[in-house]
């Protein structure tokens, strides 16, 4: 027996316009909308439980009737409940009960605004690891710390500042493991075949611009500590050198924290503890790294290499400094290459016809060097300083 009653298919047909339906077929109907009743209802419980939900929704039905290929529902949500009335002369039938409008209403109401029209924007996420204030991005306030654990404002003689909070930078495992393996086998076992291959590897790989303030962090922080060590600032040499190779890597905003580490090879007092250790070939690299740099970044950053030669100079023309210092000097002068000439306004004369040698011809750097060293011999005694 089916559970929707006969009298309900009458009256639904009464209702589309059907008045002579013959009675004999009311049964068969009843029993025939039961079963697609159910066949659509199990349907949306398999949408439904496919959604992780215990609550049937309209939108698993929707889902149902596509599923079954059934012409969807035509119309609009709406958020107030339906109200049902009773029919005048029928205690069956009901129907729901629409506010009227006027059609004068209907005709002065304003025209909706036009929808955009479909286009595709691209925007940043993210630029090195700080995600910029913009429409599409989450906003600051939803990223901040609550109210809650924030701690209370800072002053500082009476006004207020500002404290931002820290971006957090994510690494994966994969290239937290693969930093920690490169420093580890710059630090212990920088002679050995894996770390050339590590260099091969920092020069070539394209997944590593993450990584590039770490590295850059670590470089500044041995030199800084290690100055008596030839062969970890040679290696550290090594690796900056690997990263300026690396096409896909994004140094530019970084050159900052590197380039001291690199003049601090250069035209440092004393570098390794040995007198075996070859620091006048670290400082030839850390040379070449500085031209490179300047080539390479010179257009982006104008004021660079202006700078750099400056500091070359000011160790260069101080006659208080050491003899690889001045090495070290004439060496990143050389390297920078004749351009730098057009600041021979501000050197004597004799210092100028050295440098030109030393750009003409670099393979006799150590001759020249000789000359400086005469030179500033020279000057000392007529400073009076011995």
């Known amino acids: 027996m089916s559970i929707v009653p006969k009298e309900t298919i009458e009256v639904i047909a009464q209702s589309i316009g059907i008045n002579n339906l013959d009675p004999d077929l009311l049964p068969a109907l009843a029993s025939d909308v039961e079963y697609r009743v159910r066949e659509i209802m199990q349907e949306a419980i398999k949408c439904m439980r496919h959604s992780k939900r215990t609550t049937l929704t309209a939108d698993d039905v929707d889902s ?4 079954r290929n059934v012409e969807p529902i035509y119309g609009f949500a709406s958020g107030d409940p339906l109200r049902f009335k009773r029919a005048t002369g029928h205690k069956d039938l009901f129907y729901v009960d629409d506010k009227g409008l006027e059609f004068k209403d209907v005709i002065e109401a304003p025209l909706p605004k036009a929808p955009l029209d479909t286009a595709v924007v691209a925007h940043w996420l993210a630029i090195d690891g700080v995600q910029p204030a913009i429409p599409e991005n989450a906003p600051i306030e939803a990223l901040a710390v609550p109210s809650d654990i924030k701690k209370s404002e800072y002053k500082e003689d009476g006004i207020s500042v500002d404290i931002k909070l820290p971006v957090k930078h994510v690494l994966s495992r994969e290239l937290q493991l693969y930093f920690e393996k490169i420093t580890e086998l710059t630090v212990t076992r920088s002679n050995s075949i894996l770390f050339k291959e590590a260099l091969v590897s920092l020069a070539t790989d394209s997944g590593l611009h993450p990584l590039v303030p770490y590295f850059t962090y670590f470089v500044a922080d041995e030199v800084s500590q290690n100055l008596s060590n030839y062969h970890l600032l040679f290696a ?55 031209a490179s740099v300047c080539k390479r970044y010179g257009h982006v950053y104008h004021n660079l290499q202006p700078r750099l030669t400056r500091t070359l100079l000011h160790a260069f023309l ?20 004749p351009s730098v000439v057009s ?18 011809e670099r393979e006799s750097v150590c001759a020249c060097l000789c000359l400086v060293c005469n030179r500033l011999n020279i000057r000392r005694q007529q400073l009076g300083r011995y």
């Open 343 to 360: 600041l021979r306004h501000s050197l004597p004369s004799t210092i100028i016809s050295l440098y030109l040698c030393v750009c003409v």
């Open 64 to 67: 149902a009737f596509n599923l």
């Open 318 to 337: 101080d006659p208080t400094k050491a003899l690889p210092q001045h090495y070290g000097a004439v060496q990143g002068l050389a390297a920078l290459g």
């Open 236 to 290: 550290l040499m090594r690796i900056v050198w690997s990263l300026l190779r690396n096409p896909h890597l994004h140094i530019e905003p970084y050159l900052h924290q590197l380039m001291p580490s690199v003049i601090t090879c250069l035209v440092a007092k004393r570098l390794g503890n040995k007198i075996s250790d070859n620091h006048w070939e670290l400082r030839n690299v850390a040379a070449n790294l500085v």
